[in-house]
């Protein structure tokens, strides 16, 4: 099946530094990828799609400004995480689609493990 | 609005017991519908997804879940539960969009006695 690595698994940094994951399609060309934020006992919330050469879209409250995410080629997209803090500790986890969805299509969505960010 | 919910927040089972977790959509159109399994600290799995035809589903490790259009349900069953199956299941709708987006219920913990 489709895997989708993600990097690093956990990382610890201070306050006010940014952190930037990775997100990859090992055997797919990923057209979309979706970067999910996950709190301790809670459900996956979405916070943007991206497609592949064009501006990542956004969920309603989601600061663009902060979480920054560059999806440059087909197999990659990164999250950075600008300036963080303590209340940006969390669980980031990334889906891949090979296609593009939209009426017609139901391509499944591919996770990765997830990246555990903590922020003293 | 469309939405998936999850009427069960945790769940107990005996290893070897009978499994039934539920799943209500709330949609206008068609459903697309899929089970994730997450284990701590890990991302998600798929158990098994319904886009349409046949409205029993077969995933795997056992697991199926049946689309009742009538019932707004999509619940994910299992015969026979296993101590490794205690995760944390997500039951999940696929909202149609230009870009599609997926709406994950709130989650059932599931806690197997041995």
């Known amino acids: 099946g489709a895997v989708v690595s993600q990097h690093p698994s956990r990382v610890i940094c201070k306050s006010g530094t940014s952190v930037k994951i990775e997100c990859r399609s090992l055997?797919?060309?990923?057209?979309?990828m979706f970067w999910y934020r996950q709190f301790p006992k809670q459900s996956l919330m979405l916070m943007a799609t991206s497609n592949e050469g064009s501006k990542a879209t956004y969920e309603q409250g989601v600061e663009k400004d902060k979480f920054l995410i560059n999806h440059a080629s087909l197999t990659l997209s990164t999250l950075t995480v600008t300036s963080a803090h303590p209340e940006d500790s969390s669980f980031y986890i990334c889906?891949?689609?090979?296609?593009?969805?939209?009426?017609?299509?139901?391509?499944?969505?591919?996770f990765g493990p997830g990246t555990r960010l903590t922020v003293l | 609005a469309q939405s998936v919910t999850q009427p069960d927040i945790h769940i107990t089972v005996s290893e070897g017991a009978s499994l039934e977790l539920r799943c209500n959509y709330s949609?206008?159109?068609?459903?697309?519908l899929f089970w994730y399994v997450q284990s701590p600290g890990q991302g998600l799995q798929l158990l098994l997804k319904?886009?349409?035809?046949?409205?029993l589903v077969q995933g795997i490790k056992g697991f199926e879940a049946e689309f009742k259009r009538s019932q707004s349900s999509f619940n994910l069953r299992k015969p026979s539960v296993h101590w490794s199956d205690a995760a944390e299941y997500f039951c999940a709708g696929l909202l149609k969009t230009s870009y599609d987006k997926v709406i994950f219920g709130p989650g059932t913990s599931l806690s197997v006695i041995p």
């Open positions: 949609y206008g159109a068609t459903p697309y």
């Open positions: 889906s891949a689609r090979e296609g593009s969805g939209g009426v017609g299509h139901t391509d499944t969505q591919y």
């Open positions: 055997d797919f060309q990923a057209t979309t």
């Open positions: 319904y886009f349409s035809g046949d409205t």
